[in-house]
């Protein structure tokens, strides 16, 4: 009677998994098959002695699901990879400036355009009594608004928006005691120390606005041209500016004393300080300085402010400048430098140093509004 061999009963995946240990541990089970038919086989079917000793094709496919399993169970969580800090959006504070008026002058320097507007203090649009005028100086990087060269001259009528910036330079004595009327002070000095002050410059710092739109009217206030962005401000004069207090004065006057704040803003155009790093992975960048003034220490809706450094002040207002006396000896000193006091020492008539006055001009914002944030 022939041989047959006993299929055993398939498991499905499940069971398999469970008696994987008892499966393996179990003795294999062989049946005997006559030798004749082993012959027949081998006579019949050339290379059938290698194919016997190798395994089984269900069981090969058992052993790795066993695998594949026991290495699911106790394999390491995979490492979680860590993600770079989200960083915050840089934020500026607030820095626009909208004024109306006429050009009084033009010059140039390095390549820029830059004019002084006469802005009325009555409402007017063209202002030609000095006594009701305040002025602002404007720049014109290139010479151009908005990427298009400009055409501007004395005498024309102006509507300009930009941002506050300040302005530091060296001004030359001979400059200094040109506009005093003074240039016999060096007939003074140590004929030693006259070279010295030849080449001797003072410090000077005002502020300016960088012009980014801008529009030409007649006399009468119709538009007949424009360059930048539209201009949706109405106002002919009006600054709004946020920044942190970095120095607070007052000044005394005879109709009482007036609360100063010079504020340092940091708005999208400030530039960027390569020599230092920044916090949070943000660039470091220059401020630009700004002036508040507080009549009698008062917004000009008889708000009080009490301010101190480092406070964050938000400012509505209009611009002014306002007219100050220096005198020769106190632009000196601002210099710091024991050289310079030595020559002064030296000059044959000390009392000029007193007398040779000048008169200076500051651009300031008189607030209107304010916001102290606690």
Do not use: C
Request: cysteine-free; charged content about 30%.
């Amino acid at each position: 009677m022939p041989a047959t061999k006993k299929t055993p009963k398939k498991k499905s995946v499940p069971e398999q998994v469970e008696f994987a240990e008892l499966e393996a541990e179990a003795p294999v089970m062989v049946e005997e098959v006559p030798t004749t038919d082993i012959e027949a086989s081998a006579s019949e079917e050339p290379g059938a002695e290698e194919a016997s000793v190798e395994e089984p094709a269900p069981l090969e496919e058992f052993n790795k699901q066993v695998v594949q399993v026991v290495e699911e169970q106790y394999a390491l969580p995979a490492k979680k990879k860590k993600r770079p800090m989200p960083q915050a959006r840089e934020q500026f504070d607030l820095n626009q400036v909208v004024a109306s008026g006429v050009i009084r002058s033009v010059w140039g320097k390095n390549n820029d355009v830059f004019a002084r507007l006469a802005l009325s203090l009555r409402g007017k649009l063209v202002e030609t009594d000095d006594t009701f005028a305040s002025y602002l100086t404007l720049r014109f990087a290139d010479g151009m608004v908005g990427g298009q060269p400009i055409s501007i001259q004395s005498g024309d009528v102006l509507k300009v928006q930009g941002y506050l910036v300040h302005r530091e330079y060296q001004e030359t004595l001979r400059k200094f005691l040109d506009e005093a009327n003074a240039m016999s002070f060096l007939d003074y000095v140590a004929a030693d120390d006259l070279p010295a002050w030849r080449l001797l410059t003072l410090e000077r710092r005002n502020g300016l606005v960088n012009v980014r739109s801008m529009s030409q009217m007649d006399g009468n206030g119709r538009l007949a041209a424009h360059f930048g962005e539209p201009i949706h401000e109405k106002s002919a004069n009006r600054a709004q500016v946020e920044g942190i207090v970095a120095r607070v004065w007052e000044y005394r006057h005879d109709e009482g004393m007036d609360l100063f704040a010079r504020i340092a803003v940091y708005d999208e155009h400030t530039p960027v300080d390569s020599k230092r790093a920044g916090n949070f992975g943000r660039a470091r960048r220059a401020a630009h300085y700004v002036t508040v003034r507080f009549a009698n220490g008062r917004t000009s809706n008889g708000a009080l402010i009490r301010l101190h450094q480092k406070m964050r002040l938000r400012v509505v207002g209009e611009l002014r400048d306002k007219a100050q006396v220096v005198t020769l000896r106190d632009e000196l000193l601002k210099l710091g430098s024991s050289e310079v006091a030595a020559m002064m020492q030296r000059v044959t008539d000390g009392g000029q140093l007193s007398e040779i006055k000048n008169h200076q001009e500051s651009l300031h914002i008189l607030a209107g509004a304010a916001v102290v944030y606690s």
